[in-house]
């Protein structure tokens, strides 16, 4: 993209910022009308379309003073992408809402617009549209479209007593970032690094789908929160067994040098967007699932190590 | 909707306001997965999706002490369906990012999102999703998805020399309408009215594209603004002729009485929504379209009476 010239956004305007933030996008064969219409024209070849919106707030969800553009880009992208991929989906495109003061340099949001596409490219997606408008703070609205490749999508209402829980991606990372952030350490990097961008595991929501997930939802609020969506959904028990989890090496340092048990950043940190899925016993799992858990019968709750655990174990909105 | 009881959005919390906006939502056809899952899932029968995106931001676009959160939220609305409608599409469902500080009465909230609801309706349009955030300021994203009906896309690019110039809908009057109120007025009521929400014509983008339009475009920074988009994409000269047009009864009034050139509200005022399109020479226009000029040869521009216009005659973003 263009360099800047070091203005801000008044300077630039809106149409060029749109031409900066636009410029170069890869040809994707899935996009009729790109950007620079009315509205963008998508196609998918089964005629279903997965869409989902997150909406990021300077100050909710991040400060410009703790991240970097290209950082709070990739956040807002993955936020969306990662719910396509927990449909079982493939994102193929993005419309975005940007707002932004007028004396914000031009280049925070070009390299915001980066980090957006660069995380979208992960996944083969692009920037087919969007709106760029004045507001005091920061406003990134992501909305993605995305293709079930001929799988029904997977709800979160379709896990089964006996059914096996498993999940892929990191989990409880972002939380302990954030943890040792707070006090004021920049290591280890590896978990800082986490609560700077997620590292959704893309490919495992089709996989899953493919392989008969019967109920799959990605982990932004915690995985106790997030499990409870999945139990109250389907009228099932999610049961989670700590005892055999693997507590990834970085956070069991970092929990040894704070005295506290990584499994509670595991069970309630959010935003790493791992992917949790149901699938019956003795499917074989797909690359990158482990199995963390089993489904019973009784009242939609979720219960760690034999004892419940509820809905206040994860972030809160409005809170 | 339910009852809110008073209370603000900080004692409903995230979920209850969702579970009270997308109440009762009617039944869709090509609605596979509606709100509450991971994403929604709509389908297209032509594969073709219409997707974009506006963002309404307190402050910038509306100011809570001026407006009804129900007019606000069909503003909100009323701008990406009628960018369906400008690609010559039907608008089918919308997905609503929603942002607000916590202490929100949560009766506004409900009362935005039936304005959204009843906008949308107004086309058949329903919300399948959404995502609500805590913010400093009221903040909303509207995406559209539609669908085409089986014709080619109606793009900015595709006025040819010899095309006749319509529109349908108003133009003009919401500009009418901020004059007065500005000036501290509270009629005629149909200006301030229009002010406060558009009346798209929403059914005049598909009849527009069924009828052979050769571009199309909503006006929503301003009639001149909006035809230079055209003569730009089209590399054409939008010939208007302001000689023939009729000014609305409520306009010529407010006009005399502040000895203004009516003209100029029609040819500078945005947030109408009205429908600007091409039709080859001869061909039969759709109801509501009205020829306001034509298609001439030359360098991109705007030409109203003989003389060039530029694109400082509209809505100014980051101005």
Chains 1, 2 share one sequence.
């Not at 963008?40 to 400060?63: I, K, N, Q, W, Y």
């Not at 408008?133 to 379709?158: C, M, N």
């Not at 067994?241 to 506290?260: F, H, I, L, S």
């Not at 174990?313 to 409005?318: A, M, S």
Request: proline fraction near 7%; charged fraction near 15%; include cysteine.
């Amino acid at each position: 993209m263009a360099d800047d010239g070091g203005g801000t956004l008044q300077d630039l305007g809106e149409f060029a910022l749109i031409d900066r933030i636009t410029a170069d996008l890869p040809p994707a064969p899935g996009v009729i009308v790109g950007p620079g219409d009315d509205t963008a024209v998508v196609f998918s070849a089964d005629g279903l379309v997965a869409v989902t919106c997150d909406l990021l707030v300077e100050g909710t969800h991040f400060r410009r003073d703790w991240s970097t553009p290209i950082d709070i880009g990739r956040r807002a992208a993955a936020a969306s992408l990662a719910d396509v991929a927990a449909m079982g989906g493939v994102a193929t495109s993005l419309v975005v809402g940007f707002g932004a003061p007028g004396d914000l340099p031009a280049a925070w949001a070009v390299s915001c617009a980066s980090g957006i596409r660069e995380e979208a490219a992960l996944v083969g997606a692009v920037l087919v549209g969007g709106d760029v408008v004045q507001s005091p703070q920061v406003v990134i609205s992501v909305t993605a479209l995305g293709d079930l490749q001929g799988h029904s999508p997977v709800l979160r209402s379709g896990a089964r007593t006996g059914d096996v829980v498993a999940i892929a991606g990191r989990f409880g990372w972002a939380a302990a970032g954030l943890a040792l952030l707070s006090r004021g350490f920049r290591s280890p990097k590896a978990l800082v690094d986490a609560h700077r961008f997620p590292l959704p595991p893309y490919a495992a929501g089709p996989a899953a789908a493919a392989a008969g997930a019967t109920s799959m939802i990605d982990v932004s609020d915690g995985l106790v929160a997030d499990a409870l969506h999945i139990a109250t959904a389907s009228g099932v028990v999610v049961e989670l067994d700590t005892a055999g989890w693997e507590v990834p090496e970085p956070m069991q340092a970092a929990a040894a040098a704070y005295n506290v048990d990584p499994r509670e950043w595991m069970l309630t940190g959010g935003d790493d967007h791992a992917l949790l899925a149901t699938f019956p016993a003795g499917a074989a799992l797909p690359d990158g699932f482990t199995v963390i858990g089993s489904v019973g019968e009784g009242d939609p709750s979720v219960v760690v190590d034999g004892v419940p655990r509820g809905p206040e174990d994860g972030h809160r909105h409005f809170g």
